[in-house]
């Protein structure tokens, strides 16, 4: 029998699909009430985007140390003790009376937050066996997605409500859902009996383990430069179609914002179904997408950024956000074939403190490169050539782990 096809095994994905996006809803929701904000407790607007680099370099530089501790420790706690420790730093976020106040607690959440993504992988993972590892990790990480676009209730809510409002209300939900998941989730059987028959893993010997492979040394260069043309594209989006095609600042946003969430919503799914499929027949197929969908994400990437036709720009834009999301349904799958079932989730953690300080440099350089009168078409045909060098990189990726089937 295989226990993918278990209810409990997306019973799994479901409850986590949840956290997933609180997760990000919580951690941005702040950008969100800026004006709210500022002038409820002073602060200048160096300040203000300081809360989130504090969160952003917390949360990189301790992902690794997080994933070390879900491949040491039981993941089904570790996720929900994170979720209740950033809920509760959520809620307290609310009640903070100073910049002082506020900037510890936001460094304090990237600390609990960075526990979760890597634990939560792992375990689906963990439950994901055979053929529907991909698409169970697709559907997991469009949590992601849809907590990113409900983060703007806060903005709404802090106009009618006051900026603490939202804090509380998402704290105490979060509090009250970790407390549910508390007697629901579970490691499934076969890890707790692992983790009492084997050795505890050292966080030496994972990551000599991982630094071991050459795989893991190209996934690592891969999701960097990956992030590197994210952060280019998503962040100077609404920039570029209000210069482009001179629009306001409002409809900018919107078109720079929403075709692109709802297209990478999309691509998380089917990247994650296809690599299943054809990972039936083919063992790198889950390597294979990703590469296929960067090899056509970038030419999409160059009409969007050489084109003076909205429609065309915004064709190229949903191209782009949804064959570049195959590489999120698939980077814990590919991961779990080149990388010792053990240190998965450490492996993970090294892959996103990597992604989160190259996204902080590429976001600072950006400005640089703009105040160096370097037009934005130039950074999108730069984020192209990248996306490309990463499709070979993927390529070059070889599998250790055959594709198993859960006995």
């Not at 992902?63 to 929900?80: Q, W």
């Amino acid at each position: 029998m295989n226990t993918d096809r278990l209810p409990r095994a997306w019973l799994i994905v479901g409850v986590l699909w949840v956290v997933a996006a609180l997760n990000y809803l919580d951690r941005i929701m702040i950008t969100t009430m800026r004006d709210s904000l500022t002038q409820a407790v002073p602060m200048t607007d160096a300040q203000f985007g300081l809360l989130t680099s504090a969160f952003l370099w917390v949360y990189g530089l301790l992902s690794p140390l997080a994933g070390f501790l879900a491949d040491r420790f039981n993941r089904s706690r570790l996720i929900v003790f994170s979720l209740l420790v950033w809920s509760a730093l959520t809620w307290l976020t609310g009640h903070a009376r100073s910049f002082e106040e506020l900037i510890i607690v936001r460094a304090l959440m990237g600390l609990s937050e960075a526990a979760y993504l890597p634990a939560a992988l792992a375990l689906i993972a963990d439950y994901h066996r055979g053929s529907t590892r991909s698409l169970a990790t697709g559907i997991h990480m469009t949590g992601l997605s849809v907590g990113t676009g409900l983060a703007g209730i806060g903005g709404w809510l802090a106009q009618r409500q006051g900026w603490r409002f939202a804090f509380d209300i998402f704290g105490w939900f979060g509090i009250a859902y970790a407390v549910a998941l508390w007697f629901l989730l579970r490691d499934p059987p076969d890890r707790r009996q692992t983790q009492t028959s084997s050795p505890a893993p050292r966080l030496g010997e994972a990551l000599r383990s991982l630094l071991s492979s050459g795989s893991f040394w190209l996934l690592l260069t891969f999701w960097g430069l990956l992030a590197l043309a994210g952060w280019a594209v998503a962040g100077w989006m609404p920039t570029y179609f209000k210069e482009q095609f001179q629009l306001n600042q409002g409809e900018a946003g919107i078109s720079a914002t929403s075709y692109l969430a709802v297209a990478m919503l999309a691509g998380k799914i089917l990247g994650g179904a296809w690599a299943d499929r054809w990972s039936r027949s083919n063992d790198r197929a889950r390597i294979l997408v990703p590469a296929i969908g960067l090899f056509v994400a970038a030419p999409a990437t160059l009409m969007l950024a050489n084109t003076s036709l909205l429609a065309l720009a915004i064709a190229g834009l949903s191209i782009y956000g949804l064959t570049r999301s195959f590489s999120d349904a698939n980077l814990m799958p590919i991961l779990c074939q080149v990388a010792d079932s053990r240190y998965r989730a450490t492996g993970y953690g090294v892959l996103n403190m990597f992604s989160c300080l190259v996204g902080g440099v590429t976001v600072y350089l950006g400005g640089v490169l703009r105040d160096a009168h370097i037009s934005v078409s130039t950074l999108f045909m730069a984020a192209a050539a990248g996306m490309l060098v990463c499709g070979v990189l993927m390529t070059m990726v070889k599998p250790v782990q055959k594709r198993t089937q859960a006995p």
